[in-house]
């Protein structure tokens, strides 16, 4: 079986991610796509982001009606910060007949080199990048696809998050249920607009 592991932080999970996931659905192979949901991502302050319990229930929300789609909370489980290479290796043991592929940004497929063993990811894992921003990786290692025919989604979780700062409305960039469950917690200073 070949699932794809979809890494992030969620904070909030939002319409860009989704059409993302319904483009690897529909486009790949892929009988699953995880979404691994970081608690603590070594990359990002910890007082930006939403409580991890919030996060993954958000995502829950966003993907309940898609039975191929699963939200996972393997990293709460092992070692914070929460690392690419160590929890591929915990699901290596965990599933040993499974295939895993990697699916990134090409904003974070650029970042790969300084991740944690960086260059092993680089070099033993499938990678699948979909465009993001102006960036186009060159140079691709071979266990790398680029969908460069992929359409562009520039919605983010920051333009999210600001929006909510700044009282303006999120209707229709994120699930319905994940911005009832915004309001209804108080995430990211969010108060309910007309």
Not at 54 to 59: A, P
Not at 60 to 66: D, G, K, V, Y
Not at 176 to 185: K, N
Request: charged share 15%; aromatic share 12%.
């Amino acid at each position: 079986m070949m699932i794809g592991l979809f890494f992030g932080s969620f904070n909030p999970i939002h319409q860009g991610h989704l059409m993302v996931l319904r483009y690897w659905l529909n486009e790949t192979p892929l009988h699953q796509i995880w979404l691994i949901v970081s608690p603590q991502n070594p990359h990002k302050s910890p007082e930006d982001l939403a409580p991890a319990q919030d996060r993954l229930v958000m995502t829950r929300l966003a993907i309940q009606s898609e039975s191929r789609l699963h939200a996972s909370d393997i990293e709460f489980f092992l070692p914070r910060p929460s690392y690419t290479i160590d929890t591929l290796r915990h699901l290596q043991n965990q599933y040993p007949t499974y295939e895993w592929c990697l699916l990134l940004g090409a904003d974070t497929f650029a970042t790969l080199p300084t991740w944690k063993e960086g260059s092993t990811l680089m070099s033993h894992y499938t990678l699948w990048i979909y465009p993001r921003g102006d960036y186009v990786p060159t140079h691709l290692p071979q266990n790398a696809l680029f969908f460069s025919r992929a359409p562009r989604i520039d919605l983010s979780a920051t333009q999210v998050r600001t929006y909510l700062k700044n009282r303006k409305s999120i209707r229709f960039l994120v699930p319905e249920a994940v911005e009832s469950y915004i309001y209804q917690r108080g995430l990211y200073g969010a108060v309910e607009t007309t």
